[in-house]
């Protein structure tokens, strides 16, 4: 990639058959939180589970501010993710590391939780990159 050339952002599920397309900087990977969030929403259709309808919760404000500011112009939506999205990011991924710390280790509320988690930097991009909109 040349100076001043921008990134493309491409949403994927982590599929590692991806990430040659990461090297170089040419494209980056935003994560897909609709991928993290059904399997969340998953459990609490299945198994009721109080920890993963919390997720599910978190997950719906920072949709709600999405629908809020499409199609607003780039820098109002950077300017709202910033002042809005980053503190409901930053308590979801409290939340997420304290859950994490609390659940079975192969249980499923663990594995959708370990997806999260592992996929956070990418799942976090939107907020800091207006030209990427949230999925």
Not at 57 to 81: C, F, N
Not at 86 to 93: K, Q, S, W
Not at 110 to 118: D, E, P, Q, S, V
Request: glycine share 8%.
């Amino acid at each position: 990639m040349r100076k001043g050339q921008a990134s493309s952002a491409l949403y994927t599920d982590a599929f590692f058959g991806f990430d040659h397309l990461y090297r170089g900087g040419a494209m980056v990977e935003a994560g897909c939180l609709g991928h993290a969030r059904r399997k969340l929403v998953d459990l609490v259709r299945a198994k009721g589970s109080p920890i993963a309808s919390e997720g599910v919760r978190q997950i719906a404000a920072l949709y709600r501010i999405e629908r809020r500011i499409y199609g607003l112009p780039r820098a109002e939506r950077l300017a709202v993710r910033q002042s809005e999205a980053v503190p409901l990011l930053d308590a979801l991924r409290a939340w997420l590391t304290e859950r994490l710390s609390q659940v079975a280790p192969r249980s499923e509320l663990a594995k959708a939780l370990g997806y999260m988690n592992a996929q956070w930097d990418a799942l976090v991009r939107y907020a800091a990159d207006s030209t990427v909109n949230q999925r």
